[in-house]
């Protein structure tokens, strides 16, 4: 089985910066998508940024966050990472990475963290 550890979320004042890190460890061929979400309090779970390997690293980010995220993963290591500045309030949620992964056992499967929060006071 393959494991997604998150870590770097918190408090922040607005306008500041944080930087979330997804460790993902265990059954791992290869990483053939990964992405971050986020989910604020009685709202639905939200795309906030994703990249795809499979197409080429195409890398798609939600409106909301234009500009002020940016996903990344560290060559050689299956870590990946989304920078935010300029953050808003708005921005409060648990945050959740995601990885679409292809097992040496052959499956691929889709593994999620179990979150992280972050809140930005105004």
């Known amino acids: 089985q393959v494991q997604l550890v998150e870590s770097g979320g918190g408090l922040v004042a607005a306008g500041g910066s944080l930087s979330l890190s997804c460790a993902a460890s265990?059954?791992?061929?290869?990483?053939?998508?990964m992405g971050w979400y986020r989910q604020a309090p009685a709202k639905q779970r939200e795309l906030v940024a994703s990249?795809?390997?499979?197409?080429?690293?195409?890398?798609i980010y939600a409106d909301s966050v234009k500009g002020r995220f940016t996903i990344s993963k560290d060559n050689g290591k299956n870590t990946f990472t989304l920078q935010m500045n300029s953050l808003k309030p708005e921005d409060t949620a648990v945050y959740f990475c995601?990885?679409?992964?292809?097992?040496?056992?052959?499956?691929?499967?889709?593994?999620w963290g179990q979150g992280t929060q972050v809140t930005v006071s105004s």
């Open positions: 995601t990885a679409r992964v292809l097992l040496r056992t052959g499956p691929t499967n889709d593994y």
């Open positions: 265990g059954n791992i061929f290869s990483i053939d998508a």
């Open positions: 990249i795809t390997y499979t197409s080429g690293g195409r890398i």
